[in-house]
C-alpha cells in the first residue's frame, strides 16, 4: 500500500495551493483520509480530516480557509488551501486509516509528505 502525494510548493501570502494524496496498492477499504502537517521544530499536527460518509473535521487555526474532499472511486484526497499565512509552512502529510486486501483490521498508513512554504 502506497500514499502519494503531490501539489506542494511555494506560495506568497494570501495565495492558494491544492494537495491530493492517492491511495494504491491492494486495498479492501479507506475509512478516514485526512492531512497532517509539521513545521520546523514543531510536532506533527492535525490539519483536516473527512470520513468516508464525507463529514469533515478541521484543526481552528484552518477552518474557513481549508477545505477537505475526497474522490472515494480513486482512492484519493484533496485539501484545498487558500488564504495561506506563513504560519502554514510545513510538510504536509497524508493519512488514511485502511483496510488492506485480506487483512483483518485497519491500519494507518501515511505518504511522503510534501513541502508547502508560504513567503511573506
Known amino acids: 500500500v502506497q500514499l502519494q502525494a503531490s501539489g506542494g510548493g511555494l506560495v506568497q501570502a494570501g495565495g492558494s495551493l491544492r494537495l491530493s494524496c492517492a491511495a494504491s496498492?491492494?486495498?479492501?477499504?479507506?475509512?478516514?483520509m485526512g492531512w497532517y502537517r509539521q513545521a520546523p521544530g514543531k510536532q506533527r499536527e492535525l490539519v483536516a480530516t473527512?470520513?468516508?460518509?464525507?463529514?469533515?473535521n478541521f484543526a481552528d487555526s484552518v477552518k474557513d480557509r481549508f477545505t477537505i474532499s475526497r474522490d472515494s472511486a480513486k482512492k484519493t484526497v484533496f485539501l484545498q488551501m487558500n488564504i495561506l499565512k506563513t504560519e502554514d509552512t510545513a510538510v504536509y502529510y497524508c493519512?488514511?486509516?485502511?483496510?488492506?486486501?485480506?487483512?483483518?483490521?485497519?491500519?494507518?498508513?501515511w505518504g511522503q509528505g510534501t513541502q508547502v512554504t508560504v513567503s511573506s
Open positions: 473527512i470520513t468516508n460518509g464525507g463529514s469533515a
Open positions: 493519512n488514511a486509516n485502511l483496510l488492506r486486501a485480506y487483512g483483518f483490521s485497519y491500519n494507518n498508513y
Open positions: 496498492g491492494s486495498i479492501a477499504s479507506i475509512n478516514t
